[in-house]
């Protein structure tokens, strides 16, 4: 099993920055991708970005050029660096790991597993 702690939600102001991190323990592949989605009321779960354990990144349209993906892969940590943040960011932001099987295409596995999700709220 995979076991997955996020942490760095919190409430800020338009135009401010947040960084999320993930810890993941357990049975891990060498060969992986961890990402974040994200949840807003109302709205279905939507990839925010992803990377594999060789560095391959995706992002949603959405937040590209104002969030970063980036990973420890010693520590099996992923962090989510968001700068200029604004109020349609705010949602539950929950962590992913996908292995077994991986295609890079999709960053998806045979295997899935989430965080409980951390809220991260924008509003002034």
């Known amino acids: 099993q995979v076991q997955l702690v996020e942490s760095g939600g919190g409430l800020v102001q338009p135009g401010g920055s947040l960084r999320l991190s993930c810890a993941a323990s357990?049975?891990?592949?060498?060969?992986?991708?961890m990402g974040w989605y994200r949840q807003a009321p109302g709205k279905e779960r939507e990839l925010v970005a992803a990377?594999?354990?060789?560095?391959?990144?995706r992002y949603a349209d959405s937040v590209k050029g104002r969030f970063t993906i980036s990973r420890d892969n010693a520590k099996n940590t992923v962090y989510l660096q968001m700068n200029s943040l604004k109020p349609e960011d705010t949602a539950v932001y929950y962590c992913?790991?996908?292995?077994?099987?991986?295609?890079?295409?999709?960053?998806?596995?045979?295997?899935?597993?989430w965080g409980k999700g951390t809220l991260v709220t924008v509003s002034s």
């Open positions: 992913n790991l996908e292995q077994g099987g991986l295609s890079i295409v999709t960053m998806k596995g045979d295997m899935h597993y």
């Open positions: 357990g049975r891990i592949f060498s060969i992986n991708a």
């Open positions: 990377i594999t354990s060789t560095g391959s990144t």
